[in-house]
């Protein structure tokens, strides 16, 4: 059973930084397109970030572009997502999710991805 697990959410103040990290449990994840998404109150779940199952390729979506920095370490099957000069509007639940498939280019469909995590929460404010 594969499973997902998202850690380093919390309480930011506007300006801050943001570090969140994903382990990946039961599943080959050297393989695996890994991705973020986020969840605004009130809004749709929204794709922020990706990277290849083997690290050489990291898009944003096109609302963020530039801002996070997806990375991995497949030695601790871990996905990590950064970002700095936080604002009020990143406040979301940030759930991280795992594709199988071994793309070179990770989609930003949701309904691509096989595995989610519970998600973490980050409010920002000043």
């Known amino acids: 059973q594969v499973q997902l697990v998202e850690s380093g959410g919390g309480w930011v103040q506007a300006g801050g930084s943001l570090r969140l990290s994903c382990v990946v449990s039961g599943g080959a994840f050297s393989r695996y397109s890994m991705a973020w998404f986020r969840q605004a109150p009130g809004q749709e779940r929204e794709f922020v970030a990706a990277?290849?199952?083997?690290?050489?390729?990291?898009t944003n979506a096109d609302s963020v572009k530039g801002q996070f920095i997806v990375s991995r370490d497949n030695a601790k099957n871990t996905v990590y997502l950064q970002k700095d000069s936080l604002e009020p509007e990143d406040t979301a639940v940030y759930y991280c999710a795992a594709d199988s498939r071994a793309l070179d280019i990770p989609t930003q469909r949701s309904d691509r991805y096989d595995y989610w995590g519970q998600g973490t929460q980050v409010a920002v404010s000043f």
């Open positions: 990277i290849s199952w083997n690290g050489n390729t990291a």
